[in-house]
């Protein structure tokens, strides 16, 4: 389920900029920020990054643990959209960052009317800006391996998972086998 969401909001944003700037390649990428040091690694550069950063249960929905496998659990999602532009293209990727801030402030409601491919269990995605003050931003790239990206975090509600949900299978790589989880 949270891949669906990941990927569905990678895919929103994604549309909305490659029409904004006549673009036909993607300018987001759904990506963890370890291999940004990694030369090599031509996906993520001059890319906008989309990482999750913390998975939180939403506290008015806890249940007790006995009962917690029948119930379904809720969570927020906090996403870091990251700018990962060099040098003479740093200016670009502002430019990119700041047009995904507009698309996320007008577009602060994800739900099936004006997101058909939103997973089923999920009835809307709803977005709010996170400020962080300049030791939290420390902490949190800290974690990220410590280099620093213009960036913007957003805490994402409302996605319910319940067992039934999780019970799918996956095919994990250089396994070769089909794992339930």
């Not at 249960?57 to 917690?68: F, K, T």
């Not at 409601?109 to 997101?115: A, K, L, R, Y």
């Not at 994402?156 to 999780?166: F, Q």
């Amino acid at each position: 389920m949270i891949n669906n969401v990941m990927s569905v909001i990678a895919d929103k944003l994604n549309e909305n900029l490659n029409n904004r700037f006549s673009q036909s390649s993607d300018l987001v990428v759904l990506s963890s920020l370890n291999n940004l040091e990694d030369e090599n690694n031509t996906e993520m550069q001059n890319k906008l990054i989309l990482t999750i950063t913390n998975i939180e249960q939403e506290r008015l929905s806890r249940v007790s643990p006995s009962r917690s496998s029948q119930k379904p659990i809720n969570v927020y999602l906090y996403l870091l959209l990251s700018s990962n532009f060099q040098h003479s293209n740093y200016e670009e990727g502002l430019k990119l960052l700041s047009s995904a801030i507009s698309f996320f402030q007008y577009s602060s409601v994800m739900n099936h009317s004006n997101t058909p491919d939103l997973d089923n269990n999920v009835e809307k995605l709803v977005f709010e800006m996170i400020n962080l003050n300049i030791q939290e931003l420390s902490q949190l790239w800290g974690v990220h391996g410590g280099r620093y990206l213009p960036s913007v975090l957003y805490k994402t509600r409302m996605v319910t998972i319940s067992e039934d949900l999780v019970e799918q299978s996956f095919n994990i790589a250089g396994f070769g086998s089909d794992v339930s989880i």
